[in-house]
Nanobody, 118 residues
Framework: QVQLVESGGGLVQPGGSLRLSCAAS????????MSWYRQAPGMERELVAA????????NYLDSVKVRFTISRDNAENTVYLQMNSLKPENTAVYYC???????????WGQGTQVTVSS
């Protein structure tokens, strides 16, 4: 059974930090590119950060570059999103995604809420 379980979300003040984790099981994690998406109320889901299967390349939404860092541990089947200098506009549900280049070969986590507010 495939599972992507996100954790680490919560309420944080502006300027604070959070580290999201996504623990994967039920598939060959090291073959999948991993991504973090987010969806704010009334908004489309958007790609925040992505990392290749081997971790050699990353990509970020322009507005989070420098402040967010995606990483993965293939030995632990886990992907992380370190979020620093958080802003209220970063408030959203953050989702973990695993995907290969094959059509339809992707999985989603259930999401974790991040709220940035004073």
């Amino acid at each position: 059974q495939v599972q992507l379980v996100e954790s680490g979300g919560g309420l944080v003040q502006p300027g604070g930090s959070l580290r999201l984790s996504c623990a994967a099981s039920g598939f060959n994690f090291r073959l999948y590119a991993m991504s973090w998406y987010r969806q704010a109320p009334g908004m489309e889901r958007e790609l925040v950060a992505a990392i290749t299967s081997g971790g050699e390349s990353t990509n970020y939404l322009d507005s989070v570059k420098v402040r967010f860092t995606i990483s993965r541990d293939n030995a632990e089947n886990t992907v992380y999103l370190q979020m620093n200098s958080l802003k209220p506009e970063n408030t959203a549900v953050y989702y973990c995604n695993a995907a290969t280049m094959r059509i339809g070969d992707y999985y989603w986590g259930q999401g974790t809420q991040v709220t940035v507010s004073s």
